[in-house]
């Protein structure tokens, strides 16, 4: 089977290319490198450097694909704010023109990478694929309107689709080609950010009185690599007409000083914070409920913190 990645040479990307490779995928990447890295694709696949936005770009890269999955797309919240018109031209117009050059070339497999932004401040946790879905910002709007327009593509083109939404990925992947990590600039993630800290520059610990057990807030995250064995899981389970939505991440969450603590033990020495106030806004807890997936893809993370952030140090250093 071959594979258009699209988005595959940012840091998901790259490593759904590298371990889809080593499963017997033939892969195909679309990717304009706008915040990927070229030099991530492997010697011999076929690699368009184009938009999705390129009706051209996107039909040459599908012309002999079985399916796709696709992580194209903007994805900084923060950015979404200031600039949504962009957001949604790049991803829901991209996605959308992915779609129609989808059903054009007679292709009919998709894995999305959603995001559990789509359900904004949820009204219970941990968070079931039926929870009401209120994104807070653009960017969780553009994926939820994309994972709408797949569900109307399913009924009406009889596409077999899976979106995966999941809230924060961490790690690397140590390819033949060096580590496959995250590359942003600027970081806005937790873990690089921890791994960073300095005396002169510590880390900000946002809210220390939360209702947690430890005072401070609750994320979910979820090693790059598990999360790629969920979309192959997904891929492998696609079924015709039918759009599965799916809640991937770690189970229970950790908390930001969980995150610290890991981070202290790899690195050997105590990682520098800033107790600072809450933000407003954001929640104590925020986990996914991913018993779907367990049980009808057969899916469990496998990585926790601690390799989370171990592999992500490795990367860096």
């Known amino acids: 089977m071959r594979v258009l990645v699209t988005g595959g040479t940012g840091y998901i990307g790259s490593t759904a290319v590298d371990i889809l490779i080593t499963k017997g995928y033939e892969i195909s990447i679309l990717d304009d490198c706008t915040t990927g890295h070229a030099d991530t694709a492997p010697a011999g696949v076929s ?40 957001y ?15 059903h054009a070339s007679g292709v009919t497999k998709l894995v999305f990478s959603s995001s559990a932004a789509t359900y904004g401040e949820p009204e219970q946790v941990p968070i079931l694929e039926t929870a009401p879905t209120k994104p807070t910002n653009p960017y969780g709007a553009t994926k939820l309107a994309i994972d709408q327009m797949i569900t109307a593509e399913a009924e009406s083109r009889g596409i077999a ?38 005396s002169d520059n510590p880390v900000k610990v946002f809210g220390t009185d939360w209702p947690t057990p430890d005072g401070t807030c609750i994320r979910d995250y979820v090693h790059v690599v598990d999360l790629i064995d969920a979309h192959i899981k997904a891929l492998e389970s696609l079924a015709p007409k039918i759009h599965e939505i799916y809640n991937l991440g770690s189970g229970d969450g950790y908390s930001v000083r969980e995150v610290i603590a890991a981070a202290s033990k790899s690195a050997g020495y105590q990682i520098p914070t800033l107790d600072s106030p809450r933000r407003a806004g954001d929640p104590a807890v925020l986990i996914a409920d991913i018993n779907k997936a367990k049980n009808k893809l057969g899916w469990v993370p496998t990585h926790g913190i601690e390799k989370m952030v171990a592999d992500t140090l490795a990367s860096i250093s």
């Open 47 to 86: 690699f368009i450097q184009g938009s999705l936005l390129s009706a051209g770009d996107v039909a040459q890269a599908l012309v002999g694909v079985d399916a796709v999955m696709h992580f194209a797309g903007k994805s900084l919240v923060g950015e979404s704010v200031e600039k949504p018109d962009l």
């Open 161 to 198: 689709a899976a979106s995966l939404r999941y809230f924060n990925v961490a790690g690397a992947l140590k390819s033949s080609r060096g580590w496959l990590a995250e590359r942003h600039n600027p970081e806005t993630h937790l873990i690089p950010n921890v791994l960073r800290s300095t």
């Open 88 to 102: 949604h031209q790049v991803n829901v117009d991209g996605s959308r023109n992915l779609l129609d050059q989808m």
